[in-house]
């Protein structure tokens, strides 16, 4: 099963550098390919996530952008559903 941590750093903007979206490729899918390890990464995403919440409230001094970028009807809604309204409380 692929770990979340190998994924994520493709991914990943380092700080002090200017962000271009289309230097980020769209068409990857080296992702899961199996239900249950998408659902392991799901599970490790969110715990990873709450815990990064939890430090950037605290300190009060940076922030946290996630852009979900896909076609119409790709599931982006249900995404931010299952992945951040339970970390987030955003309702």
Known sequence: ?????????????????RVRLRDYSTNWTGGPRKEGEAQAMLA???????RMQERLYAQNTYSL???VQAMNAAGKDGTI???????????
């Open 44 to 50: 490790e995403g969110k715990l990873e996530l709450s």
């Open 81 to 91: 559903g299952i992945a951040l309204v339970e970390i987030y409380n955003l309702k």
């Open 65 to 67: 952008l996630i852009i």
């Open 1 to 17: 099963m692929k770990s979340l941590r190998k994924i994520t750093p493709r991914f990943r903007v380092s700080g002090g550098r």
